[in-house]
């Protein structure tokens, strides 16, 4: 099968995206590059959105794409297309090898070895479903509009949606370098998401939204359960009213507790930590954390929407701990900066066909702990849980952590009303250190995944600040 040949409105096989790019990166040598790496994706998206039961937007996408990253004397070149013609792919050689010509060597620029990509062969992960790929496009259609008239009757003073959403995807992509390393895999996923508005008393709308994603379709929820949760979040937050300032107990639902998650990560990383632009710079091995506190990230959880057998630069993905028992026990790297630091690489590149590899997460989860979420909010005489965050408030070299926020106010171990108008705001070093119950409710329904955390004390500010 040539280049030419494959279409981007069909799966490709996988031995067909491999060949593609060891074609590519034989046209790299030829062109005169030490080294060269071409990825190589396939994907197909599928989205609905409805609203008042109607089809508000459609939209099937079809992506057919290569990277091509070549060495040249230390320096690094890069170029993409979607073009996989026999003389584009020529152009595109040339092109790259130009390119690194005119960049500045660097002893780190190379690309993996089979040493360095060497691991435990992975099995089957659970990323792709057959019947996900048959649903047709009808039955997705028919789902968003099931979802939307669950939620609005789900209760009176629901009078609206503002986004129903069902989407599908799936993919493949082939990594080969010229030292040796090659391999490609598929993946399937499918996403359901529902915001319901409820009409206070005096016709203020109160929004609440739920959504989540999994590889397969037998793994989805009803759709009543998904619906249903949707419009319950916007019911509770009729009568929502603000609170004076305080530094009080604070309850992180696990969608906030999960968002936290995904915002911390970056000090995590090689890149943030060579630069020292991560709070996390010297303390490595370092106690940063409440001893129940146990980070994760898993590229080889089974059915996870993060899991793949390689990274973006071939690399077997792993099972990596980086904060253990409170203690900061690792740092994740992709090839580049795992050299600059004198280390291996943690199987964190991350890419797409028209970029460069980041490092970047795969599955990332605090692991559970004991307490079940009403049993923690018993523990709260007088706090705040919340449940939802507005503006931007996260500071990626300091973690600091401030956030408009919505939820309830706790009461002597109950919610006792639903709150607005306030500011939540810490430092992620303070709120790690002060975590002091880690909730039995994790689940696993998209890239990033947390229990119900309670923090022991954050700053609220509210009415008469």
Request: charged content about 25%; proline content about 5%; aromatic content about 6%.
């Amino acid at each position: 099968m040539t280049p030419a040949s494959l279409s981007a409105t069909q799966p490709v096989p996988l031995a067909a995206l491999e060949s593609v790019a060891a074609g590519a990166v034989e046209r790299a040598r030829r062109a005169g590059a030490d080294e060269a790496e071409a990825c190589v994706e396939s994907t197909r998206g599928f989205g609905v959105r409805v609203n008042a039961g109607q089809i508000e937007s459609l939209k099937h996408s079809a992506t057919y794409g290569l990277g091509l990253r070549v060495v040249v004397a230390g320096a690094v070149g890069f170029v993409s297309t979607t073009d996989l013609a026999a003389s584009a792919l020529d152009d595109v050689a040339r092109k790259a090898v130009a390119f690194a010509r005119l960049s500045t060597p660097e002893p780190a620029n190379a690309l993996p070895t089979p040493s360095e990509a060497s691991g435990e062969p992975p099995g089957d992960l659970g990323l792709f479903d057959p019947e996900l790929i048959e649903l047709p496009a009808e039955r997705k259609i028919e789902m968003a509009l099931t979802l939307e008239r669950i939620a609005l009757g789900y209760d009176p003073r629901i009078r609206r949606t503002d986004g129903v959403r069902v989407a599908t995807r799936d993919g493949s992509v082939a990594v080969v370098n010229s030292a040796g390393v090659s391999c490609a895999w598929s993946g399937t996923s499918a996403s359901l998401s529902v915001v319901a508005l409820a009409e206070d008393r005096d016709g203020k709308q109160q929004s609440g939204g739920y959504g989540l994603g999994k590889r397969r379709l037998r793994d989805l929820p009803a759709l009543e359960e998904v619906a249903n949760e949707a419009g319950r979040r916007a019911v509770a937050r009729i009568g929502a009213r603000t609170v004076p300032a305080a530094r009080v107990p604070v309850i992180l639902h696990p969608d906030i507790a999960a968002a936290w998650l995904s915002e911390i990560y970056d000090a995590f990383t090689g890149e943030a930590v060579i630069r020292k632009a991560s709070w996390l710079t010297e303390k490595l091995g370092e106690t940063i954390a409440s001893p129940l506190v146990k980070l994760v990230d898993d590229g080889r959880m089974r059915g996870g929407l993060g899991s793949a057998p390689f990274d973006g630069e071939g690399i077997p993905t792993r099972r990596n701990v980086l904060i253990e028992n409170g203690r900061c026990a690792m740092f994740a790297y992709d090839a580049y900066h795992a050299r600059r630091a004198g280390t291996r690489s943690t199987g964190n590149a991350v890419r797409s066909y028209d970029s460069l590899p980041g490092i970047g997460y795969h599955n990332l989860f605090l692991e559970p702990g004991d307490d079940s979420p009403e049993a923690i909010i018993a523990r709260v005489d007088h706090g705040f849980y919340m449940d939802d965050q507005g503006s931007f408030g996260y500071n990626e070299v300091t973690g600091d952590y401030s956030y408009q926020a919505q939820g309830y106010w706790i009461e002597k171990g109950e919610k006792a009303f639903p709150v607005e108008g306030v500011t939540v705001a810490s430092t992620s070093l303070a709120m790690l250190g002060q975590i002091a119950a880690v909730g039995n409710d994790l689940r696993f329904e998209d890239h990033v995944s947390s229990p119900t955390l309670l923090i022991s004390e954050m700053t609220v500010s509210g009415a008469g600040e």
